[in-house]
């Protein structure tokens, strides 16, 4: 797993910093004056998988009523960067989204069907998996 936004603040290959902070600052952990500036956290899980571009992504979002977005892109139709998927969960006003491990293990089971499916060569055989329980 790794992070998309956490409270409201998006991840990325780097660390990015509002206008509002005119002195330079330096790479690495931001020092705890210049985290108020950030726009972009960074990520080296994120960096790592953004240059392994046209993988399945799967990704779970909350919104500030706790609901939950669910975004997956099947494997052999990817085409969008890491950004491209966060920035789904941002439009979608996520306040926290992390992303799952991609490529042709990204897979969907919903209401008793497969609405994404593993590659052709698996069986649809995962050994972990997030669920949720709608109430109501």
């Avoid at 902070?21 to 998988?49: C, D, I, M, Y």
């Avoid at 499916?117 to 698996?122: E, G, P, T």
């Avoid at 050994?127 to 109430?135: K, M, P």
């Amino acid at each position: 797993m790794y992070p998309l936004i956490v409270n409201n603040l998006k991840y990325g290959e780097n660390n990015q910093y509002s206008r509002q902070l005119v002195n330079s600052v330096p790479g690495g952990e931001p020092l705890a004056r210049h985290k108020q500036f950030l726009t972009q956290r960074s990520s080296a899980r994120f960096a790592a998988l953004n240059i392994a571009k046209n993988k399945g992504k799967a990704g779970f979002g909350i919104l500030l009523d706790g609901s939950v977005v669910v975004i997956v892109e099947q494997d052999d139709a990817a085409k969008l960067t890491y950004y491209e998927f966060r920035d789904l969960f941002v439009e979608r006003n996520c306040i926290h989204a992390m992303g799952c491990e991609g490529s042709d293990s990204v897979f969907l089971y919903y209401d008793n069907t497969w609405d994404v499916s593993a590659s052709f060569i698996k069986n649809n055989t995962q050994t972990s998996g997030l669920g949720f329980r709608i109430d109501g």
